[in-house]
Each structure stands twice: as C-alpha cells, then as structure tokens.
C-alpha cells in the first residue's frame, strides 16, 4: 500500500473493492461496549439480588408437620407464615356429618372431597383464620367450643363453621381456607 492515499473523509484510495477488516477503531469500539456491559452487570447484580428474600423468610415459607402422634377425632393448631393452622384427624362420622350436607344448603359451596387430598379425606388441613375479620376460631384444642355444626366456633362475631370448615351460620362470607399441602409421607405433611 505504498502508493495508496487518503482523502479528506478518511476513506484509504488505491485498496481493493472486496478488502474488509476490522478497523482499530471497531476493535476500540466492541472492546468499550464490552467493558461496558460488563461494568453494568458488576453494578446491578448486587442490586438486584439484595432484593431476594432472606433465608429466615424461605425458612418459614414451608411448615413441616407431623401427623403420627394426633389420633382420630383430634386436632392441633399449628403456625405457617405466622398464621394458625388447624389440622384435624376426621373420624368416620365426621366425614358422613359433612358428605351429607347438601351443596345447596352452604353459602361457599364445597365438598369434603374438595377440601382434602383424594384417598386422605380424613385429613382436614385449614388456615385458622375466620374469614369474616380474621379472628381464630375455636374448637381445634381439646374442650374448645366446636359450634353448632361440630367444626369451628369464631366467638368474635358468632361464625360457626361445620365439620370440614365450611361455613353453616354468621356473618363469615366464605368457608376456612385450605393451604397448599402434600403429604410427602404417611406421617408427614408439607405446607406451602
């Protein structure tokens, strides 16, 4: 290129019509935008992963329960997310009581079925949070006021919940909810 030339806009005169290459200035360029981004990536990255939950928050996000030691016809209270949850060994006449209630008698319409893991109906896992204004209810603790219906009693407001925590009577809109569970044992269920 001994002879070649530049003109005033900086294009190179006497090179071939098909040379291409990459020009210092593209090299400059790619390494900047380069550097660049990963100078961005150093910069958010622990921005946003500050905003991850903490491992006392996941903690809690699940509860562990163990179901050997509450017999038929019992139930216990247990915490998930801070929040009571009643979990209770139906007995036989407990689970005719709520299938012989007709759906069309219920203000929340749901079947025991519903609320419980098929093959497990005999297992009730609920929230004890009454739905009305968030009291807890009564009648998961031995000799504890269980309601007209033989469930839960919520004595703030006089809701009373039937056998597979439906709500019978009061001013409670909808029945006790039911958590995501699975059992991952017999013994042994899981919440959240």
Same mark, same amino acid.
């Given at each position: 290129?001994?002879?070649?030339?530049?003109?005033?806009?900086?294009?190179?005169?006497?090179?071939?019509?098909?040379?291409?290459? /990459?020009r210092r200035?593209?090299?400059? $360029? +790619? %390494?900047a935008v380069? @550097?660049?981004?990963?100078?961005? =990536?150093?910069?958010?990255?622990?921005?946003?992963?500050?905003?991850?939950?903490?491992?006392?928050?996941?903690?809690?996000?699940?509860?562990?329960?163990?179901?050997?030691?509450?017999?038929?016809?019992?139930?216990?209270?247990?915490?998930?997310?801070?929040q009571p949850?009643? /979990?209770?060994?139906?007995?036989?006449? $407990? +689970? %005719?009581?709520?299938? @012989?209630?007709?759906?069309?008698? =219920?203000?929340?319409?749901?079947?025991?079925?519903?609320?419980?893991?098929?093959?497990?109906?005999?297992?009730?896992?609920?929230?004890?949070?009454?739905?009305?204004?968030?009291?807890?209810?009564?009648?998961?603790?031995?000799?504890?006021?269980?309601?007209?219906?033989?469930?839960?009693?919520?004595?703030?407001?006089?809701?009373?919940?039937?056998?597979? @925590?439906?709500?019978?009577?009061?001013?409670?809109?909808?029945?006790?909810?039911?958590?995501?569970?699975?059992?991952?044992?017999?013994?042994?269920?899981?919440?959240?």
């Amino acid at each position: 290129m001994a002879d070649a030339t530049i003109d005033t806009t900086g294009t190179v005169e006497g090179t071939s019509e098909g040379e291409t290459g /990459v020009r210092r200035r593209d090299f400059i $360029e +790619i %390494a900047a935008v380069s @550097a660049a981004g990963v100078g961005g =990536l150093a910069v958010l990255y622990p921005l946003i992963s500050q905003m991850a939950p903490s491992k006392d928050v996941l903690a809690e996000s699940t509860t562990e329960i163990d179901l050997s030691a509450i017999e038929t016809g019992q139930a216990i209270k247990a915490v998930f997310r801070k929040q009571p949850v009643f /979990v209770r060994n139906l007995t036989e006449r $407990e +689970i %005719a009581e709520a299938d @012989a209630v007709p759906l069309s008698a =219920l203000r929340d319409p749901q079947t025991l079925e519903e609320r419980t893991k098929e093959g497990r109906t005999n297992w009730l896992i609920t929230m004890g949070v009454c739905t009305h204004l968030g009291c807890v209810p009564l009648g998961a603790a031995e000799g504890e006021n269980r309601g007209e219906y033989g469930g839960y009693f919520c004595p703030c407001h006089g809701s009373h919940y039937d056998t597979a @925590a439906r709500i019978r009577k009061g001013p409670a809109p909808l029945n006790l909810e039911v958590p995501e569970y699975e059992f991952t044992s017999d013994t042994t269920v899981v919440l959240g």
